[in-house]
């Protein structure tokens, strides 16, 4: 049951986590190529857990943004639950 859990949790939080860095970009207009929110296997990457693949046509903020949301959301949740 433990190791379920893990695993659902893993799904989760990495489903959680790629999506927070495909919401900045589609948000404001980037083109989003490929949005991975679960685990897999990929023959040009190997394992991934998740990952976001975008358009480069877009802004500094856009970039800044999708690298920090993944932090914002976490912080978000912590409030929520506090």
């Known amino acids: ?17 790629e999506g927070s860095h495909a919401l900045v970009p589609w948000a404001q207009g980037a083109t989003l190529h490929e949005v991975r929110l679960l685990p897999g296997v990929s ?5 991934y857990f998740g990952y976001v693949s975008r358009d ?12 920090g949301m993944p932090h914002l959301c976490r912080s978000n949740r912590f409030l929520i639950a506090d």
Do not use: Y
């Open 1 to 17: 049951m433990l190791a379920l859990s893990i695993i659902l949790l893993v799904l989760l939080k990495t489903a959680w986590h």
């Open 43 to 47: 023959p040009d990457l190997g394992f």
């Open 56 to 67: 480069d046509d877009g802004t500094w903020l856009i970039g800044a943004c999708v690298l």
